[in-house]
């Protein structure tokens, strides 16, 4: 499989200012050196409690924020630079599902015209084929005719979100960045929603970019992830490396707060997560240098990559 996506030592970095003459004194690290590749038609996850620095990844491959440094490589091109992006229509080509469904679609407008609006922007169809399109489009996640002429609020959250994804796919990208995309949804809802993702991704061959605080929903999704914290990733793999081989502490902890169905072992389970969370109370240190900031990723084999301690 070719590399659809590379990103290369990825920063973005927000300056504090104080003082009366507003002088910047100091940095908030939202993203401080990620480095990873996305294949065609693959899944990639990355997963972080809030305030990680995950959503900022996202947003600085659509181009809704500048990265401070770093490369996003697209197709073998760097895109970091805006001109090369319009050159090769790099956002025709890499779309995104936005967490909150309700604020990211335009109240004002009819979902015919909010899935119709990539397409009027980069194929300029006839209102007759656009319409096509969009029922097309419609039918994939599951909504009928009927939907082309309501407005957001008419629908429940859910299908908010499959209109999200309608909307993505619409253009055809070869990659979706869907960030948190089933976090504000109930649980039947959720499945839903991510098997018409699945769907979606085998009709068309799109890559997605997951990003998510539930390891159990990117465990569904995704081949290969990693875990982000303190705007570093601290451990990188598989989803047989993360899932059944954890070595980084907070990946132990995130895992530990997975919620489990084995109810006649509850007391077992709670005792593990408490045993986990006190080693990473008591050695939590040990895995960040003395500023807090993560340690350099170190290849264990030759798909997992952890930020180990120093000895």
């Not at 993203?31 to 590749?37: A, K």
């Not at 407008?109 to 969009?134: C, H, S, T, W, Y």
């Not at 002429?149 to 253009?171: D, E, H, L």
């Amino acid at each position: 499989m070719d590399e659809l996506l590379e990103v290369k030592d990825l920063r973005v970095h927000y300056p504090v200012r104080s003082g009366f003459l507003n002088r910047v004194t100091d940095y908030v690290y939202a993203v401080d050196g990620v480095t990873f590749s996305i294949k065609k038609g693959q899944s990639y996850g990355v997963i972080g409690e809030s305030g990680s620095g995950k959503s900022t990844i996202g947003q600085a491959l659509v181009g809704l924020i500048e990265a401070t440094s770093g490369q996003i490589v697209y197709a073998g091109k760097d895109v970091t630079d805006k001109r090369v992006r319009k050159k090769m229509s790099y956002n025709k080509d890499v779309q995104m599902i936005f967490q909150d469904s309700l604020s990211s679609l335009n109240p004002k407008k009819k979902i015919l015209d909010i899935i119709g609006e990539p397409l009027k922007n980069f194929e300029k169809l006839p209102a007759q084929e656009l319409k096509q399109r969009v029922l097309e489009l419609l039918k994939t996640v599951g909504l009928d005719e009927e939907s082309l002429y309501k407005y957001p609020y008419q629908f429940s959250g859910g299908q908010r979100q499959r209109i999200g994804v309608a909307r993505a796919v619409a253009t055809r990208p070869k990659l979706i960045i869907a960030d948190e995309p089933v976090s504000a949804l109930d649980l039947s809802v959720q499945a839903q929603v991510l098997n018409y993702m699945k769907v979606i991704q085998k009709k068309y061959g799109v890559a997605f970019l997951f990003i998510s605080h539930d390891l159990g929903v990117v465990h569904h999704m995704c081949d290969n992830l990693a875990i982000m914290h303190r705007g570093r990733f601290v451990e990188v793999g598989t989803r047989k490396d993360i899932y059944e081989d954890p070595l980084h502490i907070y990946t132990k902890r995130l895992l530990a707060a997975i919620p489990r169905t084995d109810v006649s072992n509850r007391e077992a389970h709670r005792k593990q997560r408490q045993a986990i969370e006190e080693e990473y109370n008591v050695h939590k240190e040990e895995y960040y240098d003395q500023a807090g900031r993560v340690y350099p990723l170190e290849k264990v084999t030759r798909t997992h990559l952890v930020a180990l301690k120093k000895e």
